[in-house]
């Protein structure tokens, strides 16, 4: 049993050296932002208080947050830590406990947070397709515009050594894993993992650990937005806007989502993503080939496969030790079967 169990991601949290600059990028990208307390935040349509964080100093990743359900969860968390429940004093107030997981990173777990009323989204329009007409002497007029950002939903984190990470999130929050992600049989580089809901459905995932080269950090951040004419409407603005296109438009195969990637001014990925896979707790975990993991069921390859962009640093290196690792895996295996 787990110490207590998220119900979901709350918050990203970076640092800038411009709040201006961050905060032109992320209204085009399809948030509302305001400035409390020398941060700035933004927030979607969900009722939130805010969903990501920008802080005055170097740009650099500095916190993921993640949504208990009760204050007594925060408690018991905090007891189980040794640590103490502190006053958020952020906007929507709530209290908060900090931890930092093996690799570093602060984790920041929010319960008994002020929410609004959640603003409405943008209609979804009756669609035609071959088998059924619901739309019947109408046309689909839609207005330009940002995209319309209800609510984050994940975040992908690079680990030194993701078994041990992984046992971390699971011990402590109740993360079930959804797929993991081998680079062969029996070399786990990763999971995919959604918070344990009970009955209630529940995002594929909401926590991406990947254990690649390189240094450490956030590979990115997901939104979701209003259904796929918003999420291609804010293509198009941000493509207008000359904002820099990481990845997409595509389908992803593990969550299924429909994504699109861009880069806010600092080098941050941030993702709008609709139409993605739900589950609950019933729903047994998954293994799925690396392959899987860049492809696409449809649409944009991954630049690094378009040979729009050089493999990150230490790629190659790292293939080769894991090239080395499964040789070892499987010479081993076959000496114990001819014992």
């Known amino acids: 049993m787990s110490t207590i169990r998220v119900e979901d991601i709350a918050h990203v949290r970076y640092a800038a050296p411009d709040l201006g600059t961050m905060r032109a990028f992320l209204e085009d990208f399809g948030m509302h932002c305001f400035e409390a307390g020398g941060r700035l935040y933004a ?5 939130r208080a805010f ?5 005055p ?3 650099r990743f500095l916190a993921i947050g ?13 007891a189980a ?4 429940v502190e006053d958020s004093g952020e906007p929507g107030g709530g209290k908060l406990v900090r931890l930092t997981d093996p690799d570093g990173y602060t984790v920041e777990i929010v319960a008994g947070q002020a929410k609004g009323v959640a603003a409405a989204l943008p209609a979804d329009q009756p669609f035609n397709t071959a088998a059924a007409k619901p739309r019947f002497r109408k046309t689909v007029r839609l207005d330009p515009s940002p995209a319309h950002v209800k609510r984050i939903g994940h975040a992908v984190l690079k680990v030194r050594d993701f078994r041990r990470s992984e046992k971390w999130y699971k011990d402590r929050f109740g993360f079930l894993t959804s797929d993991e992600v081998e680079a062969a049989r029996d070399v786990p580089v990763g999971a995919f993992m959604r918070c344990d809901r009970g009955d209630k459905p529940a995002d594929h995932h909401t926590l991406f650990l990947a254990q690649l080269p390189g240094d450490l950090g956030i590979l990115h951040a997901a ?3 209003s259904n796929l004419d918003d999420l291609m409407l804010g293509h198009q603005h941000l493509k207008a806007k000359k904002r820099e ?11 299924s989502q429909v994504f699109d990637y861009w880069k806010d001014p600092f080098g941050n990925e941030l993702e709008h ?9 019933k729903d047994p975990p998954n293994v799925m080939p690396m392959s899987a993991l860049l492809a696409v069921q449809w649409g944009s390859p991954h630049p690094m496969f378009a040979g729009k962009m050089p493999p990150p640093a230490g790629l190659v290196s790292f293939f080769m030790a894991l090239r080395l690792r499964v040789l070892r895996l499987f010479s081993r295996q076959s000496k114990e079967a001819a014992a």
């Open 273 to 281: 993503w609709t139409d993605g896979d739900l589950f609950t707790a």
């Open 245 to 255: 296109a990481a990845w997409g438009v595509g389908r992803h195969i593990m969550g």
């Open 81 to 84: 830590e040794g640590l103490a």
């Open 223 to 225: 939104f979701e937005v």
């Open 66 to 78: 993640f949504r208990a359900e009760t204050v007594e969860d925060l408690e018991r968390l905090a």
């Open 57 to 59: 100093g170097e740009a």
């Open 51 to 55: 969903i990501h964080v920008t802080e």
């Open 43 to 47: 927030k979607g349509s969900d009722g």
